[in-house]
């Protein structure tokens, strides 16, 4: 086998990097990498510097991938190590660079160590690994990071010694919901009654909602929305890094993969939410409004969302990170993973302490979490999954 670093995914034949990663993942196509690159939404201007890992077999054929960028800042990773940075500025050392395996700017769980059908998936595993902490050493980087793993890529990358880190965000689940109202009948009768009047509050202000998808939208609506997903970040004092450039090449060639949510007051675009889809899940991703309705940002990123995933079957809804209050309106939390390996052997004796204390910290605010659950009690308290939980 043979392992290089490709700094341009569009200097991959065309093709290539999907036959491993396949299309399902909406943000693990080339055509979405390849766009943040091509349109700098990644690179000098937001310190994310392409590294992606390929390992070809025997016979020159692409068999492994992995996303992997050098990073001179932790910004846009959502996994958040400023104090461990800081730790290592006090102790006279530099955090940055460092080498991080994620899609920028999404706090979406998925693989992260790609292998193709049909391929010796432990030597290619075990090839992206060794490559990696490779480049680490080579890149004079401090550490290496593998963010928003999934269960599998976590235990195999535990087993080359990284670290693990735990979190919770909060997704919802379909359980074979035929409408909307059939979603609500599972809630107890307040949480129920509350979810009705945040939509009939928007419905009363006149506001019409209409899902489009990234290929059946034109410019002017996507200047719209890209207006609104800018001044949200403003209003926040971050940084919008996708250029409207970025969003209409995507809607070029990936556009059934997103699913524009769109809130009109008269003809007027007055709000609107950015996902993206699988065929298995939706993804919420940006939002952003002209004016402010009572509960239209509910509406807008939450309850159109739990429509689109009842309509077309889809069993899973994760609508970015964080946000407790996304709990009593049907999104249970759920527990995930990223997996670290730092060079320094005292700093990461450290920092393993500190994440074995934050994991048991994780596990309770999990279950806490779960206590408060929307659904009602003779449906049982279910965890991330859909699953019942007995704790």
Same mark, same amino acid.
């Given at each position: ?116 059908d049909g391929a010796d998936r432990a ?56 409408? #909307?109202? !059939?979603?609500? +009948? ?10 009705? @009047?945040?939509? %009939?509050? /928007? ?16 410019e002017e609506l996507w200047a719209t ?21 970025? #969003?209409? !090449?995507?809607? +070029? ?10 809130? @009109?007051?008269? %003809?007027? /675009? ?122």
């Open positions: 086998m043979r392992a290089a670093v490709i700094t341009r995914l569009d200097d991959l034949a065309d093709g290539q990097w999907n036959r491993v990663a396949g299309t399902r993942n909406p943000f693990l196509r080339s055509e979405f990498l390849a766009a943040l690159e091509r349109h700098r939404c990644v690179g000098e201007s937001f310190g994310w510097y392409p590294q992606h890992l390929v390992v070809y077999n025997a016979d020159g054929e692409l068999a492994g991938v992995a996303p992997l960028y050098l990073k001179d800042n932790s910004y846009g990773e959502f996994v958040f190590d400023w104090s461990w940075a800081d730790a290592y500025q006090r102790s006279g050392r530099a955090y940055y660079p460092k080498l991080v395996s994620s899609i920028p700017f999404t706090p979406v769980t998925g693989p992260r160590l790609l292998v193709r030597a290619i595993i075990d090839a992206l690994v060794h490559q990696s902490l490779e480049l680490t050493r080579a890149t004079g980087s401090s550490s290496l990071h593998w963010l928003f793993t999934t269960d599998s890529d976590t235990d195999e990358l535990l087993d080359y010694g990284l670290l693990r880190r735990t979190a919770c965000h909060f997704h919802w689940h379909n359980r074979g919901y035929r409408t #909307f109202d !059939d979603f609500l +009948q599972q809630l107890n009768s307040r949480k129920r009654k509350k979810l009705r @009047r945040e939509r %009939r509050y /928007v419905a009363e202000a006149g506001i019409r909602m209409e899902i489009i998808h990234g290929d059946e939208a034109s929305l890209h207006r609104f997903y800018r001044s949200t970040f403003e209003q926040k004092s971050g940084i919008a890094t996708l250029s409207l450039d970025f #969003f209409l !090449d995507i809607c +070029q060639t990936m556009g059934e993969q997103v699913v524009l949510v769109c809130a @009109r007051d008269g %003809r007027r /675009v007055v709000a609107g939410a950015i996902n993206l889809r699988s065929d298995t899940a939706l993804y919420g991703r940006h939002w952003g409004c002209s004016e402010r309705y009572h509960s239209l940002h509910f509406e807008t990123c939450y309850y159109q969302g739990i429509d689109y995933c009842i309509e077309h079957k889809l069993s899973l809804f994760e609508p970015g990170a964080q946000g407790e209050h996304k709990l009593s309106r049907g999104f249970l939390p759920t527990l995930t993973w990223s997996a670290h390996w730092l060079e320094d052997v005292p700093f990461r004796e450290a920092v393993s302490r500190f994440l074995a204390n934050e994991h048991e910290l994780m596990l309770d605010y999990y279950k806490e979490m779960l206590g408060y659950s929307p659904y009602r009690q003779d449906q049982g308290v279910h965890g991330e999954d859909g699953k019942k939980y007995d704790g």
